[in-house]
């Protein structure tokens, strides 16, 4: 059984550049969440998506979106990118929303400069 | 500030030692799971515990939730350099999937 697909691993972009991250959960997951990990920050939940439709958000600004397709597949968009925004990207994957276990992707590492 | 805090924030120790590693929360935990991180990679699932008291192994690592239900701890016995690593604890804030996590604990085991 496949893991947790994300695409591409590792993008470097210009500040005020947008970038979209992609993630295709395990097989018969409907349930995708996306994390920010940083050395100062840590590792932070940014949304979660179950049915293509957002059931949580957390603390970032509007420039961080996501979406969900009916094929539980994922991505994430960041516009207008700043140099804080460097950071690794996580997406972690689960049977449902509320699922006990979460399994989670190599990441994108997005470097902005 | 981190909602969960573990400690010690970073260990080195002989290969063969035994080790813990400390996960506090000041609220109930729904939840709690470890992973294991590599540098710069995705986190890997070790364990997850939901019941106070509940305790947990897999090959050389063990995982116990306290009664009360806000500390785990993550044992590890006759450390090998494979566990090297980044280990990190996560929980639930209520019934939801958002998920927070402490800074982690940078693991080396030296040969």
């Known amino acids: 059984k496949a893991g947790v697909t994300q695409t591409p691993r590792y993008l470097i972009k210009t500040r005020g550049q947008q970038v979209t991250l992609s993630c295709s959960p395990i097989s018969g997951h409907r349930s995708v969440s996306w994390y920010q990990q940083t050395p100062g920050q840590g590792l932070q939940f940014l949304f979660e998506y179950f049915s293509e439709t957002q059931r949580n958000k957390g603390n970032f600004p509007g420039r961080f979106s996501g979406r969900q397709f009916s094929n539980s597949r994922s991505e994430m968009n960041v516009s207008t990118l700043e140099l804080g925004d460097s950071a690794l990207y996580l997406c972690?994957?689960?049977?449902?929303?509320?699922?006990?276990?979460?399994?989670f992707g190599q990441g994108t590492r997005l470097t902005v400069v | 500030s981190q909602e969960l805090e573990q400690s010690p924030q970073s260990l080195i120790v002989q290969e063969g030692k035994n080790l813990t590693i400390n996960c506090t929360s000041s609220?109930?935990?729904?939840?709690l799971y470890w992973y294991k991180q590599k540098y710069g990679e995705g986190l890997i699932f070790l364990m997850m515990?939901?019941?106070?008291?509940e305790e947990k192994s897999h090959e050389k690592i063990t995982a116990k939730l306290d009664e009360k239900k806000q500390q785990s701890s993550l044992h590890i016995t006759a450390s090998q350099p494979s566990h090297a690593g980044i280990y990190l604890c996560?929980?639930?804030?209520?019934?939801?999937?958002?998920?927070?996590f402490g800074a982690g604990t940078r693991l080396t085991v030296k040969p």
């Open positions: 515990l939901q019941k106070g008291g």
């Open positions: 996560g929980a639930h804030k209520a019934y939801n999937n958002d998920m927070r």
């Open positions: 609220k109930t935990l729904y939840g």
């Open positions: 972690a994957s689960s049977l449902f929303d509320r699922a006990p276990e979460a399994f």
